[in-house]
């Protein structure tokens, strides 16, 4: 590829409503930057779990594209919630893999701007029909949260609301008597790690 036909390409993607859109609004919870949010410390795995092969991006893509056709934020979208958001992939892994597999001729963009949507080519249909197993292993090795671990980041999340009530709500007293009952929180919980 060329490097106009490069320019061009990422040009189009940069288009797309969801190139580069945060997940979650700023300050929300699940936010990794987001005091208490997911990624707040160790032990609390960021976006996503372990870093994907481009294999598995490819992969996911591809078998996404084999349901209907889509634009490259909702296939982020889609595989969030298709893992039940043990994955997240992000921009800057699906939209250059987009771009090859449109170089590859696997898929096509069609459409223009924020309307440009991705499908698959007869080349492409016939390359998942090839390779059934890799398709399926993009998600086969994807770890589903548990029903604890969902129940954890539920009740954190519920910490997180009530404590944000204290910020602008609240007098000297209760924010004192708050902060000494999530002290006591924080060292019960390293008392059950120590268990």
Known sequence: ?????????????????????????????????FPGGPGFGPGFGG?????????????????????SPSNGY?????VSEKTEGAWRPSP???YPTLQQLVDEDLI???????KTEFQLTDEGRAYIAEHEDEIAGAWASVPKPSESSTELFQ?????????GQFRHGATDEQRAAAAAKIDEARKALYLILAE
């Open 1 to 33: 590829m060329s490097h106009h036909d490069h320019q061009r390409g990422e040009g189009r993607f940069h288009h797309d409503p969801g190139f580069g859109r945060p997940h979650h609004g700023p300050g929300a919870w699940g936010d990794p930057g």
């Open 47 to 67: 976006r996503g779990g372990r870093r994907r092969s481009k294999g598995d991006v490819r992969a996911a893509i591809l078998s996404l594209l084999a349901e």
């Open 74 to 78: 909702a296939i982020i979208k889609a």
């Open 92 to 94: 800057g892994s699906v």
């Open 108 to 114: 096509v963009a069609v459409g223009e701007g924020r």
């Open 155 to 163: 009740a954190l999340g519920k910490l997180m609301g009530v404590a």
